[in-house]
């Protein structure tokens, strides 16, 4: 796999579990140098990931 897409929410949401998410998912994909595709703002998770 060379790249994948994810659709990150526009808010932080209720737990902070879902930002270590974020967090892990974006290290996980930069390990594996995987391309992350996203269509999202500055806002929610998106930047969390990237």
């Given at each position: 796999?060379?790249?994948?897409?994810v659709f990150c929410g526009s808010s932080e949401g209720a737990s902070s579990d879902y930002r270590e998410g974020a967090i892990r998912l974006g290290h996980e994909l930069a390990r594996r140098r995987i391309t992350l595709i996203y269509g999202g703002a500055?806002?929610?998770r998106s930047p969390i990931t990237v």
């Amino acid at each position: 796999m060379k790249s994948i897409a994810v659709f990150c929410g526009s808010s932080e949401g209720a737990s902070s579990d879902y930002r270590e998410g974020a967090i892990r998912l974006g290290h996980e994909l930069a390990r594996r140098r995987i391309t992350l595709i996203y269509g999202g703002a500055n806002v929610g998770r998106s930047p969390i990931t990237v």
